[in-house]
């Protein structure tokens, strides 16, 4: 499994930090996890077009984790509307079609891709959901954030796992879809001293990491207040385990 941190960042617009997302790759699949402004640029980065994108999961509807949606469904259908050979799963917790519909209201048939190309997934954010795709399984839990927020756990077939926070404050399934994960992408978003509601900081992440027995703690979703501040160790206040502040880009191959 392959592992790039798209964007590290949040809302606040930053040449070195993207807003969110994240690569994972598979044999079979590349999986994105959320698409803040700027993800297509840092795909590009990576040399991945959005045609080979498989499956796209939404933690929620925020802009910074959402936003580039509407773009990329435009780049996918023009100049060249059969350009995409595979189809797209767009997976997202309760309120996802609405969602989407809402899009299509704004945007017209310009998002509106050939019959077949575009699969909307809506998991249920109340219990969770684990789905079964051709290489890996993706587990979604709900996490206290927004009403649809989801945190999601991909498996791959040699057992493999990757966890991915997306927005939230400390909550039961965060710990549970980062359990035992290879590596724990999580939301960090301002150090100890700035707490604000609905978001984690270092601290608190690394309480969460240590309750899951994660292998590994990434901190993202940086705010500007956690620049020149070592939230690294006041990650490890709590977590004795590797940690990690994210960057734009940051690779993991993981075994």
Request: proline fraction near 7%; hydrophobic fraction near 40%.
């Amino acid at each position: 499994m392959n592992v790039t941190l798209l964007g590290s960042g949040t809302c606040v617009p930053r040449l070195a930090r993207s807003a969110c997302a994240v690569l994972v790759e598979t044999k079979a699949a590349k999986i994105l996890l959320d698409l803040g402004p700027g993800t297509m640029r840092r795909l590009l980065r990576c040399d991945v077009s959005i045609f080979d994108l498989t499956h796209i999961f939404l933690s929620h509807f925020h802009p910074d984790h959402s936003a580039e949606l509407v773009p990329l469904l435009f780049a996918t259908k023009y100049p060249d509307p059969l350009a995409r050979a595979r189809p797209l799963h767009l997976l997202g917790g309760s309120g996802l079609k609405r969602f989407y519909k809402a899009l299509q209201g704004a945007y017209g048939d310009w998002i509106v891709l050939p019959a077949g190309q575009l699969l909307v997934g809506e998991i249920d954010t109340l219990g969770g959901e684990t789905l079964h795709f051709d290489d890996f399984k993706l587990t979604a839990r709900p996490v206290a954030h927004r009403p649809e927020s989801l945190a999601c756990r991909i498996e791959d077939a040699d057992g493999t796992v990757v966890a991915y926070s997306g927005d939230t404050e400390p909550c039961p399934g965060l710990v549970e879809a980062a359990r035992r994960a290879d590596l724990f992408i999580c939301e960090s978003a301002m150090p100890d001293e700035h707490k604000v509601p609905g978001h984690l900081t270092p601290r608190l992440a690394g309480q969460m990491a240590a309750q899951a027995q994660a292998r590994r703690l990434v901190l993202t979703h940086l705010y500007p207040a956690c620049d020149g501040v070592d939230i690294v160790k006041q990650a490890q206040g709590t977590y004795k385990g590797p940690v990690l502040a994210a960057e734009d880009l940051m690779n993991f191959v993981l075994p």
